[in-house]
T-cell receptor, first 111, second 123 residues
Framework: QQPVQSPQAVILREGEDAVINCSSS?????VHWYRQKHGEAPVFLMI?????EQKGHEKISASFNEKKQQSSLYLTASQLSYSGTYFC????????????FGTGTRLTIIP | GAVVSQHPSWVICKSGTSVKIECRSL??????MFWYRQFPKQSLMLMAT?????????EQGVEKDKFLINHASLTLSTLTVTSAHPEDSSFYIC???????????????????FGQGTRLTVV
């Protein structure tokens, strides 16, 4: 069963912040985050491996709550280039290498 | 970073014909590759896991005889859509992750690298 993401879609003005959530019904070993532009392949953003781990890169960061089987992606001071569909990808416990992608969140940044 | 190349990027074929899509890892070896299908405005759905030198592992509901997967070398996996029909029209994407080939285990902290995707249109 694929992870559920919320919200399904969000529209922001440039400079605003957004939070995208990913919730799994299964225990997780890791969570990946990807961004996909229309008609293109997904692009890797980050991996979180440990419960409670938080990572960040410039103005995009993420957290992973292993106990709650949830992860959140934080985008601060959004830029036009952040537009796209964001997917979380989850690995079940014990390192099964298959990634199951979440339902997706479409983010639109307007000037 | 590692690169995965997928070919062709788009193909239009007639109903009833077969189409082959190639996925190559360019600068690393991959004993395992993954094939996904994505319908418009939907998520990536895993179709099958391609295993070098052995049979592919298909996800529930995916027809093995329709989607033939061959992983003949450590850098190449192919997906053949046989007897294609309009409902097979979709965006097909392959991915691979770097592996520790000695133990056949995936390296920790490794992202999935995706091919460019193939837009298949069956008319």
């Amino acid at each position: 069963q694929q992870p559920v993401q919320s919200p399904q879609a969000v529209i922001l003005r440039e400079g605003e912040d957004a939070v995208i959530n990913c919730s799994s019904s299964k225990a997780l070993y890791s969570v990946h985050w990807y961004r996909q532009k229309h008609g293109e392949a997904p692009v890797f953003l980050m991996i979180l491996l440990k419960g409670g781990e938080q990572k960040g890169h410039e103005k995009i960061s993420a957290s992973f709550n292993e106990k709650k089987q949830q992860s959140s992606l934080y985008l601060t001071a959004s830029q036009l280039s952040y537009s796209g569909t964001y997917f979380c990808g989850t690995e079940p416990r014990f390192g099964n290498e298959k990634l199951t992608f979440g339902t997706g969140t479409r983010l639109t940044i307007i000037p | 970073g590692a690169v995965v190349s997928q070919h062709p990027s788009w193909v239009i074929c007639k109903s009833g014909t077969s189409v082959k899509i190639e996925c190559r890892s360019l600068d690393f070896q991959a004993t395992t590759m993954f094939w996904y299908r994505q319908f418009p405005k939907q998520s990536l759905m895993l179709m099958a896991t391609s295993n070098e030198g052995s049979k592919a592992t298909y996800e529930q509901g995916v027809e093995k005889d329709k989607f033939l997967i061959n992983h003949a070398s450590l850098t190449l996996s192919t997906l053949t859509v046989t007897s294609a029909h309009p409902e097979d029209s979709s965006f097909y994407i392959c991915s691979a992750r770097e592996q520790d080939l000695r133990g056949r285990e995936f390296l920790l902290n490794t992202e999935a690298f995706f091919g460019q995707g193939t837009r298949l249109t069956v008319v």
